[in-house]
């Protein structure tokens, strides 16, 4: 993870030059959390060795005389308005001026004025960013209630860089459900009364911590083994071949937060509380996204705009799924490529984004829009001037691609996929699943799309034994184009969860890969092909499957031994088999009708010769073929012998001039791997 390299920077050190850890303190407050932060405050009268940053949220006219008034009375620990350059002194309550912004550097306050007017300043967000990037795992973070959607970004950096996350308990006593605001992202949900007791044994543990870059103990790392177990049974991410390093800061980070003290009795845990292994699996999975991700496979993805706009207009629609959109930056950077383009033409169609993931917290984030401002680096400036709103020291999106873009909750293995869509990202998911879950995923992906939609996937995925559901737009980038197979495939959700873990038995009951009909338009076109010639003949897909058998086959085929297939290959006569295949492959590589004349059939007591007639079907892309067997007639004795020779004479030319081809094609293969 990018932020997991970050956090072995030097962490901040007491200003008085002790050994222990500094903690740093945000607690974040509005008009409405007034008196749940006298609560809090009241209880920390004890000293703690933290420093404690007041940021005000001002859209309900809250200001510092008030909160001073609060405070007055209430603790031991002083008080004061932050300044700037000021150093950040232990049991010291600073508090935000009115028109200020704080942000923390070498251990100082920054504080300059706000630029924005209120209710578009980002003083929450700006304080408690900058307060988990300077303090890392010594970052405690508290959202209190009547925020809003404030505070998302900073709750979002908190857990990237380690820190400790809580939010304030409402009236009934129940988190929020759908993951909206920054509460929903949270470590911990408390009542007011008991934030200030987690607080003090959140630092009071910071001393105890093992270095998170200390070499792992062969006792842990037995431990961890089983934690990535029981993730795996659980959810179905393998973090095996994860980073040692990565996943033991992880793991601490979640034992310091539910204080617990040894890694033995976090396992326990874990094979107790199904939801404690989803919150240890979304922090491993914290980091992983970013605006354009891998830039040069966008471009390929905003060359096909084109031909996706095209013959749509104000009346039509384009639908897009985003699946696995975690907190948002796909879909919006897929947002701004659509925009841009619908900036050119007179009358676009409507556009709808859908972007789905399991975890709600990270969608409440995507709601939001919110991120720091480290998103910066990956905009070229005019676009993000076109497409953000600064507010303090972060970034919002513009209101157009908030409007666009629609986040819910969706299971791909439990919930039926959209349909009817044009463009389907899922950047970066399948690389955590097993190949079965794989398998039986692409041909949903599959169903979603429009003939001819595309499907954008992440840089380590490939759909390499999917070649009949997709073609690559290029080979080098995962930008794939959709196949209007014969046989349609028809997914059948929910999938069996067991197959997470590679089940064999639940690969084999799950979805069923059933062929339907033929199409009637290629039935028919067969038809017509096979009347000009009146022979036997097999409609097949590029891989060679056949898809539909004319009568007057059985002397034209010898099924090998073995298991059954219905692969031209496995059916056809053996002396037959040879041409067939060049012929096939010549065809699909060409796109044109090849013809083989004059190829023999031995049977019992007489020889045959036969045309060999292979023609593809369709339009665009080729997805199926006819081949026709056009019988010659008996062959005479010595036009036998004759022909013989010259026919092994042609299967030897043939095989040396696909051999080299065969190599190249070998090479590549590897080169691409």
Request: charged share 25%; aromatic share 6%.
């Amino acid at each position: 993870m990018r932020q997991d390299e970050q956090a072995k920077r030097q962490r901040p050190g007491r200003p008085d030059g002790s050994d222990m850890p500094l903690a740093v303190i945000g607690i974040s407050v509005s008009a409405q959390s007034l008196p749940s932060f006298r609560t809090i405050l009241a209880d920390l009268d004890e000293p703690t060795g933290a420093v404690y940053l007041i940021a005000l949220h001002q859209n309900e006219g809250l200001d510092v005389p008030a909160v001073l008034e609060a405070l007055e009375g209430l603790s031991a620990l002083k008080v004061s308005i932050a300044r700037d350059g000021e150093a950040m002194a232990p049991d010291h309550i600073y508090v935000c001026g009115s028109d200020d912004l704080i942000t923390i550097e070498d251990g100082h306050m920054r504080v300059r004025p706000a630029a924005e007017p209120i209710g578009h300043r980002g003083t929450v967000d700006t304080l408690l960013i900058s307060l988990a990037e300077h303090a890392h795992e010594h970052a405690v973070v508290v959202i209190l209630s009547g925020l809003g959607s404030d505070g998302t970004a900073g709750v979002t950096a908190t857990k990237n860089f380690g820190g400790l996350s809580i939010a304030e308990l409402g009236p009934d006593k129940q988190p929020p459900g759908n993951g909206a605001g920054p509460s929903g992202a949270v470590d911990l949900h408390l009542p007011a009364d008991a934030i200030a007791a987690q607080i003090r044994r959140y630092v009071s543990s910071l001393g105890q911590a093992q270095a998170a870059d200390e070499e792992v103990p062969s006792a842990l790392e037995a431990h961890l083994t089983q934690i990535t177990t029981i993730m795996r049974n659980v959810t179905g991410h393998d973090f095996h071949g994860y980073k040692r390093g990565t996943l033991t800061r992880r793991v601490q980070r979640r034992m310091q937060v539910l204080q617990i003290e040894t890694v033995e009795a976090y396992a326990e845990r874990l094979r107790a509380d199904r939801d404690e292994v989803q919150n240890l699996l979304q922090d491993l999975l914290i980091g992983v996204t970013q605006f354009f991700r891998d830039p040069a496979e966008f471009e390929v993805l905003e060359a096909e705009m084109p031909r996706l706009f095209e013959g749509k207009g104000a009346e039509d629609r384009l639908r897009v799924w985003v699946l696995g959109c975690a907190t948002g930056e796909e879909a919006y950077s897929i947002a701004i490529l659509l925009r841009e383009y619908m900036a050119r033409l007179d009358h676009p169609p409507e556009v709808q984004i859908f972007a789905t993931d399991l975890d709600a917290r990270a969608l409440g984030i995507a709601r939001a829009g919110r991120y720091s401002a480290s998103v910066a680096t990956h905009f070229r400036p005019d676009r993000l001037a076109r497409w953000f709103v600064r507010e303090g020291d972060t970034y919002c999106v513009s209101r157009e691609l908030s409007e666009m873009c629609i986040f819910s909750p969706h299971n791909v293995v439990k919930d039926a996929p959209f349909s009817r869509i044009d463009i389907l990202s899922c950047r970066n998911l399948l690389i955590y699943l097993t190949s079965e879950l794989q398998d039986r995923i692409m041909p949903i992906l599959h169903f979603a799309l429009r003939p001819g939609g595309v499907l954008f996937l992440g840089s380590s995925e490939n759909v390499t034994r999917h070649g009949r559901l997709f073609a690559a737009v290029e080979r080098k980038n995962r930008v794939f184009r959709r196949l209007e197979t014969a046989a349609r495939v028809i997914p059948d959700v929910p999938l069996s969860l067991r197959a997470w873990a590679g089940d064999p038995v639940a690969s084999a009951q799950g979805l069923m890969l059933s062929p339907a009909r033929l199409g009637d338009a290629i039935s028919r076109q067969a038809e017509a092909v096979a009347e000009r010639y009146a022979p036997a003949y097999v409609v097949v897909d590029t891989h060679g499957d056949v898809l539909q058998f004319s009568g007057r086959m059985g002397q034209y085929f010898k099924p090998a031994p073995g298991a059954a297939s219905l692969n031209l290959m496995s059916l056809v006569h053996r002396d037959l088999r040879l041409d067939v295949r060049a012929a096939l492959q010549s065809a699909v590589a060409g796109g044109n009708r090849i013809e083989v004349p004059g190829v023999l059939v031995r049977h019992e007591d007489r020889t045959n010769a036969v045309n060999i007639i292979i023609e593809p079907l369709g339009a665009g892309d080729i997805t199926s073929l006819v081949v026709l067997f056009q019988d010659m007639g008996l062959m005479a004795e010595g036009w036998l012998a004759k022909s013989a020779r010259l026919n092994g004479d042609e299967h030897v030319q043939r095989l040396e001039t696909d051999l080299p081809v065969t190599r190249h094609r070998l090479q590549a293969t590897i080169d691409e791997l």
